[in-house]
């Protein structure tokens, strides 16, 4: 359990499995998220559940409201590298229910979890240039160096649904920027 100002990251539990699927198919965050899937069933939700529980390289953890424990929303890390000591993270806040700088707290939170208690050095992230308050938490509130040029290099551009051709960037921190202070848009 992680507990910061707005809100506190705990392990996902099975009572959170209807929000998660409405998180997941929730239109507004579909379309901030780099990547895309097919809609979720509930039905499918346990099946979904087990198999993250088995997942070594995931971690998915629930955000809840600091003061009512109800969940806003799911954060986490993704591709787990052990040798090279970085995983990507993401976080994705139910509109409407989640407090302004829920999705700061959320990344400090993890920020702190990833390199005090896990043992990682770098945590990645991609954001669509279009994405201005997933810029805003990652980039200018918590300092996560932009490289807009890495995601581009590997991937090629990135078609949205919206068909327009955008760009999507990819944020970094890296623990010895934290601990001088000096991470920062580049
Ligand atoms: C991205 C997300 C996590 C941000 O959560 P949040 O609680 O709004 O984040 P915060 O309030 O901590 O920070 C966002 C910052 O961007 C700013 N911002 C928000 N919308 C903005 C906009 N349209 N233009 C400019 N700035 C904007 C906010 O004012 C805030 O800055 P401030 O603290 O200086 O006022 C949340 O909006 C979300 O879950 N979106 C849907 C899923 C998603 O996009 N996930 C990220 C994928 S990379």
Not at 54 to 70: F, I, K, P
Not at 125 to 153: E, H, P
Request: proline share 4%; charged share 20%; with cysteine.
């Amino acid at each position: 359990m992680l507990t910061g100002r707005l809100v506190t990251l705990r392990p996902i539990r099975a009572e959170d499995l209807g929000f998660l699927a409405d998180l997941a198919n929730t239109l507004e965050v579909r379309r901030n998220v780099v990547g895309w899937d097919w809609p979720v069933s509930p039905d499918a939700q346990h099946d979904w559940f087990a198999a993250s529980l088995r997942d070594s390289h995931t971690h998915r953890l629930t955000v809840t409201d600091v003061t009512t424990g109800a969940p806003i929303g799911l954060t986490g890390l993704w591709d787990v590298d052990w040798h090279n000591q970085s995983a990507s993270t993401a976080v994705k806040l139910m509109p409407g229910t989640a407090p302004k700088g829920a999705g700061s707290d959320s990344i400090m939170l993890i920020m702190a979890w990833s390199f005090y208690e896990v043992g990682l050095r770098r945590l990645y992230s991609t954001i669509l240039d279009s994405n201005a308050a997933s810029l805003g938490a990652y980039v200018r509130n918590r300092s996560l160096r932009l490289n807009m040029g890495i995601l581009l290099r590997t991937l090629g551009r990135v078609v949205s649904r919206s068909g327009l051709i955008v760009d999507p960037g990819s944020a970094m921190l890296n623990l010895d920027d934290e601990r001088r202070g000096q991470g920062g848009a580049c």
